[in-house]
């Protein structure tokens, strides 16, 4: 006969699976739907862009959601209370918002791809806007509600480095950042995938710890692509004072790869 913790597990991963499921379906109504509502804004381009998109995006989304939802089952015992342990049988409310955010990267950035040669700029924004709140609601969730779990702070570290990611193809592909510096933000995001994939391996589980440079690179980045953003709502042509934050950013960023490097090389002998 099974015991309530065995049934407590068993309905935490149908939970997770239809939780996942569930936005796999939304994120590819919120595709078609664009699609399909979207104008041309040139000439000689098709109606609908899912045509053009379609089927690179459901191969995306499809191994997307695979992934995530293989990872938050092999998570199952992380679904708990902080600092109480308490176990969850469920996807709590915190986390959903927070899987949402994730769960949209793929669909804001073939959106933002399709944008360039489709009219839907100010929807998309609307999207956006939505997206990106979550980061806000969701932590303000899990602390009014007491719902603070140790799967939700892992998940929030991802979605920060999944925006970074995002935002940074979205940058180069508009042409708003350099390639060296698209290929410096990319290579700090690969290294910090790579560093936290060995510590999974090696401890079968991980616990998001972010250091100051973490945070110093995190933020530096962001204020750079808002000065982009700024600069290109107001027409304002390439200035001296974003190439010094460009500079001043890639140091930063430099210097937090080192410092992530460093903070692996001391965590390897406690996960021993």
Known sequence: MPSSEDGVVDRLGKSIVGTVLGYFVLQSGIFVGFS???TPSILGVP???IGLLGRTFFIVIVAYHAVLMATLLRFRPDFAKVPSGEKLDRVNLANRV???RLTSMPTVLFLVLAARDYSMRLPLLGLVVLVFSTDFIDGW???TAGEVTKVGKMMDSASDYCLLL???IVFYYFSLVPIWFFILVTARLTLQMVLVSILIVIKKRIEPKTTFMGKAAVASIMVL???EVIRLIFGIG???LVAVLECA???IVLVSMVDKVIAFIRELPRSA
């Open 36 to 38: 399909l509502f979207a």
């Open 47 to 49: 109606k609908s862009f």
């Open 98 to 100: 927070t899987l949402f």
């Open 141 to 143: 969730i899990s602390r």
């Open 166 to 168: 995002v935002l940074s």
């Open 225 to 227: 692509y808002a000065a």
């Open 238 to 240: 390439r200035i001296e």
């Open 249 to 251: 950013t890639a140091a």
